[in-house]
């Protein structure tokens, strides 16, 4: 079996800001110290309304190809995370690789909510693995805007746009690949539900408009806080576990940025120093999917990992779905 290896990341977030003051100001009943102290999000990126998901991966997957030193001509394979395709049909990564001109490749999308890069990781990883593939692009993005009810302030604080890649292949060198650990419970999977576009909903109707089928719900909030610490902590000793390793070893945690008090939660549960742990979420808020592949370039480009650090990825989302990935940088 090969080494599956990170040989360049990239992300990019659109340049539209959106505050906590600028909420307050469109007339929703909240504040910034009430966001803050409840979340730790104090501002988030907006894509503008002619900028599609898709847009936002090519961005950051060039970026990712500069960093590796390749072409798009050189992609064997992508594989795009989000729940917010251009389109059902085709998938999001279809659209990129059309903005990309990766002609060579083939390409899909893979729907795993906020765990959806981690998700990505793994189906790329055995595509390695096998031989099947030298180079993959892995992708996550998400327009996570479009999807809000801006009267609901218990959602719409939470989101942002944008979008993170990796660039993997086999090799000998290089940051690698340790381990990826993916898990679903779909009987407990409607805690984060945005039903509208399914078939359940389908054909869009003035009913499932009113209704709000086609806005997120986020269903039993406070349970999910819990859930969400529980299996993050999971995720977290499974990675450690697979590679014989301590809690003590990690030097980074990348998580998926959901909430600051959930990541309070974790690091005293783990007992480790909550300095260790790499957050944007004050920047950017929750970009789903692309949340932990947006940091994990942010952390590598502002110099926070060096060659050696061992960097944990736990995430968990809708589905619902949770899991890691353990690298060695």
């Not at 929703?28 to 847009?55: F, H, M, N, Y």
């Not at 909510?113 to 996550?140: D, H, M, P, W």
């Not at 479009?146 to 609901?152: V, Y």
Request: aromatic letters at 6%; proline letters at 4%.
């Amino acid at each position: 079996m090969k080494n599956v290896r990170i040989l360049g990341t990239g992300s990019y977030l659109p340049p539209k800001v959106l505050t906590n003051f600028d909420l307050q100001k469109m007339g929703l009943d909240t504040s910034d110290e009430w966001i803050v102290k409840r979340t730790g999000i104090r501002q988030r990126r907006v894509a503008d309304p002619d900028v599609a998901t898709s847009d936002l991966a090519r961005e950051a997957s060039l970026r990712a190809l500069k960093m590796a030193g390749l072409s798009v001509d050189d992609i064997d394979l992508i594989i795009l995370a989000t729940i917010t395709p251009d389109t059902c049909c085709p998938a999001a990564a279809n659209w990129l690789q059309a903005g990309l001109g990766a002609s060579r490749a083939f390409t899909f999308d893979i729907t795993a909510a906020c765990s959806g890069f981690i998700f990505a990781l793994n189906v790329a990883e055995q595509y390695l693995k096998s031989g099947t593939c030298r180079t993959v692009l892995v992708v996550a993005a998400e327009v996570m805007t479009r999807t809000l009810d801006w009267k609901d302030r218990s959602t719409c604080i939470l989101w942002g746009d944008g979008a993170g890649a990796a660039v993997l292949g086999a090799g000998n060198s290089g940051p690698r690949l340790l381990s990826t650990h993916i898990h679903t419970d779909g009987a407990n999977g409607r805690d984060l539900l945005l039903p509208g576009g399914g078939s359940r909903t389908t054909p869009i109707s003035h009913e499932s408009v009113a209704r709000g089928d086609h806005t997120l719900d986020m269903v039993g909030a406070n349970l999910s806080f819990r859930v969400a610490v529980r299996h993050f902590e999971e995720a977290v000793r499974e990675a450690l576990d697979s590679g014989g390793l301590d809690v003590s070893a990690v030097d980074w945690f990348i998580p998926h940025q959901a909430n600051l008090r959930m990541f309070q939660a974790l690091a005293k549960a783990l007992k480790v120093p909550f300095e260790r742990f790499y957050l944007t979420l004050e920047k950017y808020g929750n970009i789903s999917s692309a949340s932990c592949a947006i940091a994990l370039d942010e952390a590598v480009r502002d110099g926070s990992v060096h060659p050696g650090h061992l960097i944990c990825m736990p995430v968990f989302g809708g589905g619902l779905t949770w899991g890691s990935a353990l690298i060695r940088w």
